[in-house]
């Protein structure tokens, strides 16, 4: 498994912005695809943002597509979620995940992401 680490959350404005980082180790960071999720107080842990193993390609969630962007750096092990224009719906703790298989990154659901983050907490106020 790779080890994730998530940082970047806080407490932010309504039309801020945020940037989470997604620190990683382990030798197959580079060949997997990652991913960003949520999961809101009550509710299930939904998709964010997925990025492909060599930057390729990205994934969005209708509800974040046009304000966060996913970005990596494989020589930092490292990936990014940048967030403009937060809305207070966007409250929730996000959470970095690893691919555990090899497929188009659209079609990836939560079941196939084997290693998770602890989390980061971001919250924006109205």
């Known amino acids: 498994q790779v080890q994730l680490v998530e940082s970047g959350g806080g407490l932010v404005q309504a039309g801020g912005s945020l940037r989470l980082s997604c620190a990683a180790s382990?030798?197959?960071?580079?060949?997997?695809?990652m991913g960003w999720f949520r999961q809101a107080p009550g509710k299930e842990r939904e998709f964010a943002a997925a990025?492909?193993?060599?930057?390729?390609?990205?994934y969005y969630a209708d509800s974040v597509k046009g304000r966060f962007t996913i970005s990596r750096d494989n020589a930092k092990n490292t990936v990014y979620l940048q967030m403009n224009s937060l809305k207070p719906e966007d409250t929730a703790v996000y959470y970095c995940?690893?691919?555990?298989?090899?497929?188009?990154?659209?079609?990836?659901?939560?079941?196939?992401?084997?290693?998770w983050g602890q989390g980061t907490q971001v919250t924006v106020s109205s």
């Open positions: 990025i492909s193993w060599n930057g390729g390609s990205t």
């Open positions: 995940a690893a691919s555990s298989r090899i497929g188009n990154i659209a079609t990836m659901r939560l079941a196939d992401f084997g290693s």
């Open positions: 382990g030798r197959t960071f580079s060949n997997r695809a």
